[in-house]
């Protein structure tokens, strides 16, 4: 599919900003990409009634990707509909951003459903945001789970499973995670596109995987490093991890959290870092 157009269907005020200055400064460059090509997905829509956490009209100028939340662990069905509507004018890429039944917590919190249950869950929430994101005249494109979910999946494959089924009750759609995740694993072996995901503002263990954010120094918070980090992965050269490691890290996606603050200033600067680096930024699906 075709690269996303920055520059459609901004709104005036900062999402316009946002989208003329990467035209002005981000346009490509030489750089040692290699002739690489990275998505950039946000996790974005993730409010509740008057209460908005991200600023969802900012990112969407930036990303090529947006993770929506589907009613689980945040966003409710005014806030669906409008990033959705949003995100097809813009031409950026709709994912179903699934969690546990979490409201309260966030999704943060472990939980233990049972696997069919979290198979119907699952099916579920990619359903109910399939039918805003058609009604703005596209559909959903891939599925990511979300916080405790997303750490579940990695090392339990039960948990794993059950979230492909619910993918697979609700069509053939590419799942986001993890490398090494059993999430992408049981996708692969159920056929569809595993696509492997990294973060340029999380810490990463010696094991390739996220430092809980309960830990210290979970989440990166200096811009530069958050955009070193960036190119270093996208590029092809991994992440130092915590304790000093260099941990090889293959994503085809590169996740910048829209609860970050100054996220979307920060999802400018990597993209302008990406190009001139010489990759392209384009949706994976």
Not at 29 to 51: I, P, S, Y
Not at 100 to 128: C, K, N, S, T, W
Not at 236 to 265: E, F, I, K, W
Request: hydrophobic share 45%; glycine share 16%.
């Amino acid at each position: 599919m075709a690269d996303t157009d920055i520059g459609a269907g901004i709104r005036p005020g900062v999402g316009a900003g946002i989208g003329a200055q990467i035209r002005a400064d981000g346009a490509g460059g030489g750089g040692t990409g290699g002739g690489r090509t990275v998505d950039l997905n946000a996790d974005l829509g993730e409010g509740f009634g008057r209460w908005q956490l991200t600023d969802d009209d900012a990112l969407l100028s930036v990303v090529t990707s947006a993770n929506v939340a589907c009613g689980f662990h945040a966003g409710d069905p005014a806030t669906m509909r409008r990033v959705c509507d949003q995100a097809a004018a813009r031409g950026v890429r709709i994912g179903a951003q699934v969690s546990y039944r979490d409201l309260a917590g966030f999704g943060r919190r472990a939980m233990d459903v049972p696997p069919a249950e979290l198979a119907a869950e699952v099916a579920y929430q990619i359903g109910a945001l399939d039918v805003f994101a058609r009604a703005a005249g596209t559909a959903v494109a891939y599925v990511k789970p979300h916080g405790a979910l997303y750490n579940r999946a990695v090392h339990d494959a039960e948990q794993a499973a059950a979230v492909v089924e619910g993918v697979l009750l609700a069509g053939r759609l590419p799942v986001l995670g993890l490398p090494g995740s059993q999430l992408l694993a049981a996708a692969t072996g159920a056929g569809l596109d595993a696509v492997a995901e990294a973060f340029a503002d999380r810490a990463y263990t010696s094991q390739g995987t996220l430092v809980p954010r309960r830990e210290p120094g979970a989440v990166v918070g200096e811009p530069d490093e958050v955009v070193r980090r960036a190119v270093g992965i996208a590029s092809g050269g991994g992440v130092t991890s915590a304790d000093g490691t260099q941990v090889p890290v293959a994503a085809r996606s590169l996740c910048v959290h829209g609860d970050t603050p100054g996220a979307a200033q920060l999802a400018v600067r990597v993209r302008q870092a990406l190009a001139a680096a010489g990759l392209r930024v384009a949706a994976f699906a």
